[in-house]
């Protein structure tokens, strides 16, 4: 398809002006004729003369799996046998961020003394995808230029693409979790006492403070002084996460779906257990059960969860939270620690909730991790300057009142419950596992 260039239009508004001239003086009128008609029949001999698509090679260099929220590279490569100039324009989903994706190109001549030698040019540009799920590239369109600079040129080329997009997984290093812990924690000073697990781990000397019910007394006689046992949390226990992505997992909080806090959380939980030593389980439920992959341990456990989850999303449905731990316990009833990610937004959805963790104490110990919505509590406590903001301050404040009675419900039932925002939502629930570890409650 054949595209006029800048060029091309100021030369032919050049011939404006001695066009209205020509009104008044009609000799000059075949002249004018003369160059427009010249200047057409070089639009066209540019256009015969400008390179196809096929004279070229074009390649997309791209990782089968990007990362949500975070910078991807996408490299195109394309190399010719002669010199081209023009324009390449990537197509993708909408929806990411995408910056430099529309660019001009310089294609350079081959090396000399290489008859099948052919100019590589790089151009780069970055993708920014906000959410989990699969991502299309393609087709590229090109503008290529003719070698008078009139006319482009415009082809398509269908290099289609489709890659993965996974949660952020470079937050899941050990490093980046214990920074999360610390500053969920910054307060608190963690000490190793005898509740702390219940395995043996070793035998140190007694210091004042140590709880004296701790002195390994068989030991202390062996060697003459004092000592105490250390002990370490369980390994080989089993964690179930169970996501919810139900109605109330289907809104938005501080520009992101609740969904990928929690999918974000139930990786980052998941990478903790394993590291534990742990048996992860991790089901994703609505109505119905969408994903559910029983109770294993290992790298490989992490990364086929990661598998799952990256394409689970949120229906406007109300959770079965029944259905779902029915068919976690269906072939074992081994005692296990239930976290159960969820938005507590109203009373009425949560008593099925509250109803089913209580059947599962004492066999069980849940806990429920729950966001928290910053906008929310912000306009439930700020004073109101309209009659607009009094009102929401109303709701506000009743929703507030709400989840804490939901949570008071909980916690009378023997869940444990952490609420967060999305800042901290999944370092909270990860806090809340290594303390219960910690401890020995499981």
Same mark, same amino acid.
């Given at each position: 398809?054949?595209?006029?260039?800048?060029?091309?239009?100021? /030369?032919? *508004?050049?011939?404006?002006?001695?066009?209205?001239?020509?009104?008044?003086?009609?000799?000059?009128?075949?002249?004018?004729? *003369?160059?427009?008609?010249?200047?057409?029949?070089?639009?066209?001999?540019?256009?015969?003369?400008?390179?196809?698509?096929?004279?070229?090679?074009?390649? $997309?260099?791209?990782?089968?799996?990007?990362?949500?929220?975070?910078?991807?590279?996408?490299?195109?490569?394309?190399?010719?046998?002669?010199?081209?100039?023009?324009?390449?324009?990537?197509?993708?989903?909408?929806?990411?961020?995408?910056?430099?994706?529309?660019?001009?190109?310089?294609?350079?001549?081959?090396?000399?003394? $290489?008859?099948?030698?052919?100019? /590589?040019?790089?151009?780069?540009?970055?993708?920014?995808?906000?959410?989990?799920?699969?991502?299309?590239?393609?087709?590229?369109?090109?503008?290529?230029?003719?070698?008078?600079?009139?006319?482009?040129?415009?082809?398509?080329?269908?290099?289609?693409?489709?890659?993965?997009?996974?949660?952020?997984?470079?937050?899941?290093?050990?490093?980046?979790?214990?920074?999360?812990?610390?500053?969920?924690?910054?307060? =608190?000073?963690?000490?190793?006492?005898?509740?702390?697990?219940?395995?043996?781990?070793?035998?140190?000397?007694?210091?004042?403070?140590?709880?004296?019910?701790?002195?390994?007394?068989?030991?202390?006689?062996?060697?003459?002084?004092?000592?105490?046992?250390?002990?370490?949390?369980?390994?080989?226990?089993?964690?179930?996460?169970?996501?919810?992505?139900?109605?109330?997992?289907?809104?938005?909080?501080?520009?992101?779906?609740?969904?990928?806090?929690?999918?974000?959380?139930?990786?980052?939980?998941?990478?903790?257990? @394993?590291?534990?030593?742990? @048996?992860?389980?991790?089901?994703?439920?609505?109505?119905?059960?969408?994903?559910?992959?029983?109770?294993?341990?290992?790298?490989?456990?992490?990364?086929?969860?990661?598998?799952?989850?990256?394409?689970?999303?949120?229906?406007?449905?109300?959770?079965?939270?029944?259905?779902?731990?029915?068919?976690?316990?269906? =072939?074992?009833?081994?005692?296990?620690?239930?976290?159960?990610?969820?938005?507590?937004?109203?009373?009425?959805?949560?008593?099925?909730?509250? /109803? $089913?963790?209580?059947?599962?104490?004492?066999?069980?110990?849940?806990?429920?991790?729950?966001?928290?919505?910053?906008?929310?509590?912000?306009?439930?406590?700020?004073?109101?300057?309209?009659?607009?903001?009094?009102?929401?301050?109303?709701?506000?404040?009743?929703?507030?009142?709400?989840?804490?009675?939901?949570?008071?419900?909980?916690?009378?039932?023997?869940? $444990?419950?952490?609420?967060?925002?999305?800042?901290?939502?999944?370092?909270?629930?990860?806090?809340?596992?290594?303390?219960?570890?910690?401890?020995?409650?499981?």
């Amino acid at each position: 398809m054949p595209v006029p260039t800048t060029r091309a239009l100021w /030369l032919a *508004a050049l011939s404006l002006a001695p066009a209205v001239v020509a009104l008044s003086s009609p000799s000059i009128a075949p002249v004018l004729i *003369a160059f427009d008609v010249a200047l057409l029949v070089l639009i066209g001999i540019d256009f015969v003369l400008a390179p196809r698509a096929e004279s070229l090679e074009l390649r $997309r260099v791209v990782e089968p799996v990007l990362s949500s929220g975070r910078v991807n590279v996408v490299r195109l490569e394309l190399s010719s046998t002669k010199h081209v100039t023009g324009e390449l324009r990537d197509w993708v989903t909408p929806g990411p961020v995408v910056e430099g994706h529309r660019q001009r190109f310089l294609s350079p001549s081959p090396p000399r003394g $290489r008859g099948s030698g052919r100019g /590589l040019t790089l151009i780069e540009y970055r993708v920014t995808p906000s959410t989990r799920g699969d991502l299309t590239f393609g087709p590229v369109t090109l503008r290529l230029d003719g070698p008078l600079g009139l006319c482009t040129r415009r082809q398509t080329v269908p290099l289609l693409q489709s890659v993965k997009v996974f949660p952020d997984l470079s937050v899941l290093s050990r490093d980046a979790l214990e920074l999360a812990r610390a500053e969920d924690q910054v307060s =608190r000073r963690v000490i190793r006492v005898r509740a702390e697990g219940r395995e043996f781990e070793s035998l140190r000397e007694y210091r004042p403070g140590d709880d004296r019910r701790s002195i390994d007394w068989k030991a202390t006689a062996r060697r003459g002084k004092p000592l105490v046992r250390q002990h370490q949390p369980e390994r080989n226990q089993q964690v179930l996460l169970l996501l919810d992505c139900g109605r109330h997992m289907a809104g938005e909080v501080d520009g992101r779906r609740k969904l990928d806090h929690a999918v974000d959380a139930t990786l980052r939980l998941a990478k903790v257990a @394993l590291d534990q030593g742990d @048996l992860v389980g991790v089901m994703a439920f609505g109505r119905d059960v969408k994903r559910w992959l029983p109770p294993r341990k290992g790298t490989e456990q992490l990364r086929a969860i990661a598998q799952a989850l990256y394409q689970v999303e949120a229906a406007l449905e109300e959770s079965n939270y029944g259905a779902a731990m029915d068919q976690a316990f269906a =072939r074992g009833s081994r005692r296990s620690l239930v976290i159960v990610l969820t938005d507590l937004v109203d009373q009425e959805t949560a008593a099925a909730l509250i /109803l $089913r963790t209580r059947r599962l104490v004492p066999r069980h110990l849940p806990m429920i991790v729950s966001l928290q919505d910053e906008a929310v509590h912000r306009v439930a406590t700020e004073i109101p300057a309209t009659a607009t903001a009094a009102y929401e301050r109303v709701v506000a404040a009743r929703m507030e009142r709400e989840g804490e009675a939901t949570v008071a419900k909980l916690r009378e039932g023997g869940a $444990r419950v952490v609420r967060g925002t999305p800042a901290v939502f999944a370092s909270a629930g990860v806090s809340a596992y290594l303390d219960i570890k910690q401890r020995g409650l499981l």
